[in-house]
């Protein structure tokens, strides 16, 4: 079992920035791939960044790209997401995933943990 939680969330004005972490538990992270997604208020859960069990690939939703930056310390059993540039249309939950495949996935039904998420709001 791995538990993660999430912290950094916070409000912000459009443009700035925030850095997300998830600390996770446990002795098998440096071979999951971790990920993070998105759910705004009546909204689905939507992939954000993705990451493989060693930092050496990553992916991201096209909204965010050029803005978001997914990395990992396998070392400290953390992921991060930078996110700079930010936008009102950014504001949601931002939930941290594990996947006992190594392997990067987009879909939620990939993933095998989860945390309990951190708000994100960003003002106009």
């Known amino acids: 079992q791995v538990q993660l939680v999430e912290s950094g969330g916070g409000l912000v004005q459009a443009g700035g920035s925030l850095r997300l972490s998830c600390a996770a538990s446990?002795?098998?992270?440096?071979?999951?791939?971790m990920g993070w997604f998105g759910q705004a208020p009546g909204k689905e859960r939507e992939f954000v960044a993705t990451i493989n069990q060693n930092g050496g690939m990553t992916r991201y939703a096209d909204s965010v790209k050029g803005r978001f930056t997914i990395s990992r310390d396998n070392a400290k059993n953390t992921v991060y997401l930078q996110m700079n540039s930010l936008k009102p249309e950014d504001t949601a939950v931002y939930y941290c995933?594990?996947?006992?495949?190594?392997?990067?996935?987009?879909?939620?039904?990939?993933?095998?943990?989860w945390g309990q998420g951190t708000q994100v709001t960003v003002s106009s």
């Open positions: 446990g002795r098998a992270f440096g071979s999951y791939a």
């Open positions: 995933a594990a996947r006992r495949l190594g392997i990067v996935a987009t879909t939620t039904g990939s993933y095998n943990y």
